[in-house]
């Protein structure tokens, strides 16, 4: 069984920074692609951003230049740099990861809340 926890969430001023983190525990042989989605109010899902093993990247645009995700495949963690926040980032973040256990599952963490205030 996997178990992922979030963590870093909270409220910060405009222009200020938050660093997200995820970390996967459990009977893991690997992880795949790591993704961080977000969810505003009223709004549905959406990706934000991943990381592949291979350390290509992927953002959304409204994130480009202000998040950067990155990995620790020895922790089975992913993190989530957020600089220059706005008050639109304002969410529930969830990490999403591709384990490997018995086969290939997609997890989903608990969620973390970022406020961001003008």
């Known amino acids: 069984q996997v178990q992922v926890v979030e963590s870093g969430g909270g409220l910060v001023q405009a222009g200020g920074s938050l660093r997200l983190s995820c970390a996967a525990s459990?009977?893991?042989?690997?992880?795949?692609?790591m993704y961080w989605h977000r969810q505003a109010p009223g709004k549905q899902r959406e990706l934000v951003a991943n990381?592949?093993?291979?350390?290509?990247?992927y953002y959304t645009d409204s994130v480009k230049g202000r998040f950067t995700i990155s990995r620790d495949d020895a922790k089975n963690t992913v993190y989530l740099q957020m600089n220059s926040l706005k008050p639109e980032d304002t969410a529930v973040y969830y990490c999403n990861l591709e384990v490997a256990t018995t086969g290939w599952y997609g997890v989903w963490g608990q969620g973390t809340r970022v406020t961001v205030f003008s």
């Open positions: 459990g009977s893991i042989s690997g992880i795949r692609t």
């Open positions: 990381i592949i093993r291979d350390g290509r990247t």
